[in-house]
């Protein structure tokens, strides 16, 4: 597709339950991320992928979560156990290998909410 | 301080200029980026500087850089009812980070009046 795609748009959960984001990348791309925003916040990053390989994960607030890119284009965010402090949108971007300018591309996120 | 920091409203009349202010961290920040964003809807990239710059047009819109005071700015010229979004501001960070990663203020929300 033309833009970063984000699948599903909106996910509703009990606490305690399992959830898995999905985010397609633009194509080519070689550097996804992963960015959280809470209501009335800017976004704040979880992690971050180089092809398979996740490059930086400092922003994963603790080990419930949990990203994986496996063939280097699609990644899947995971969440175990979730709680209902995890609600908030995931935003995922893209950005191709021009590593200098860095302009990185936004889908249009997934609307968490853990009742 | 740590946070990028930015006002969080801001009210203009339609066909007046638009001034969004930001405050950034760290001194030696590459880039320095706004995006905007529009309800229910992803972040739009709307322009970018480069840290050797002091200034930026495109069209409507010109950035600011004041790199002795880590102060950014984004003008908008003859603003529509159609800019009425949330506006930010991000850096990225030379020291201390992973290549990539952006580092975002809260955001300002501009409402424009007809």
């Known amino acids: 597709g033309a833009g970063v795609s984000q699948t599903p748009s909106n996910k509703v959960t009990e606490k305690g339950k399992y959830v898995e984001l999905r985010c397609d990348p633009i194509?080519?791309?070689?550097?996804l991320y992963w960015y959280r925003q809470s209501l009335g916040q800017g976004p704040e990053f979880l992690i971050y992928?180089?092809?398979?390989?996740?490059?930086?994960d400092s922003g994963l607030p603790n080990d419930r979560f949990f990203a994986v890119r496996p063939e280097g284009s699609v990644s899947t965010l995971k969440i175990q156990r979730t709680e209902r402090g995890d609600s908030a949108v995931y935003l995922c971007?893209?950005?191709?290998?021009?590593?200098?300018?860095?302009?990185?591309?936004f889908g249009p996120g997934t609307r968490l909410t853990v009742l | 301080g740590e946070d990028v920091e930015q006002s969080l409203f801001l009210s203009v009349r339609e066909g007046d200029s638009s001034v969004i202010n930001c405050t950034y961290t760290d001194s030696s920040s590459t880039y320095l980026y706004w995006y905007k964003q529009e309800p229910g809807a992803g972040l739009q990239l709307l322009t970018y500087?480069?840290?050797?710059?002091d200034m930026k047009q495109d069209q409507r819109l010109t950035v600011l850089l004041n790199k002795k005071d880590k102060h950014l700015s984004l003008r908008i010229a003859d603003t529509q009812t159609g800019d009425s979004a949330i506006y930010f501001c991000?850096?990225?960070?030379?020291?201390?980070?992973?290549?990539?990663?952006?580092?975002f203020g809260r955001g300002t929300q501009l409402t424009v009046w007809p």
């Open positions: 992928f180089q092809g398979t390989g996740a490059a930086d």
């Open positions: 500087i480069f840290s050797n710059m």
């Open positions: 971007a893209s950005s191709s290998t021009d590593k200098v300018r860095n302009e990185q591309f």
């Open positions: 991000a850096e990225r960070r030379a020291r201390g980070s992973t290549l990539g990663r952006l580092y």
């Open positions: 194509s080519g791309h070689t550097a």
